[in-house]
């Protein structure tokens, strides 16, 4: 039988101010925002190429930035756009469409965490490849979850949590057990969603060529900006 290829779809917008990152809004304007976002992607893209075998995907919206994306990721990268009412429905119809794809396993992973390393993935794809698991989560500091990877479909796990609340890891941990899946947890890893994440990131060294050392290099940018502007 034939070993399936996992594929790794990573779930992203086109960095449009006004768009992206608004709860950084103020202190940063809409544009700022907008270029933190975008060194969010170049780290995580550059980062996420680095997981030893996976096929990557970006799975973009809004409709039309496919050809903004495409000018974006690394050749070979699949594109195609988020479809759903909501989130837990783009995600499910993603992981439908890797699956009917023939891949196996499927991670998918947010935007928000640009330092994740690349050993943080692979260690999802191993766990899920070699049965450990069927569910893997990575808990994200506010109560949500930065990626998680199945082993073979599972629809029902999307419609259960209530989406961007303090409870999505624990509502999906929750729903996994009652539907019988083994969940495995990775590293817990802060998002940056907020002014005092972005403080957090930046007191953190980051320098290249370290995951996310572009989005601190822009975090120490504009930080640093704002200080001047407020002395």
Known sequence: MREMTALLIIFAK???PGQVKTRLSPP????EAA???HSFLLDILEEMARVPE?????????LGAQVWFRGLAPPGAD?????????????ARAFAQGFAAGFGPVLLRG????????AVVSEAREVLAAGRAQVVLGPATDGGYHLVGLAEPQPRLFQGPAWSSSTVLTDTVSLARQLGLRVHLLPPWPDIDTYENLQAFHNQSRPAPQPGWRSHEQARRLLGRLATNES
């Open 14 to 16: 086109e960095p449009r």
């Open 28 to 31: 940063l304007s809409p544009e």
């Open 35 to 37: 270029q933190l976002y």
């Open 54 to 62: 996976v096929r990557l995907a970006v799975a973009f919206s809004p």
């Open 79 to 91: 594109l195609f756009p988020q479809e759903g009412a909501d989130l837990g429905e783009r995600m």
């Open 111 to 118: 935007s928000d965490v640009p330092d994740l390393p690349a």
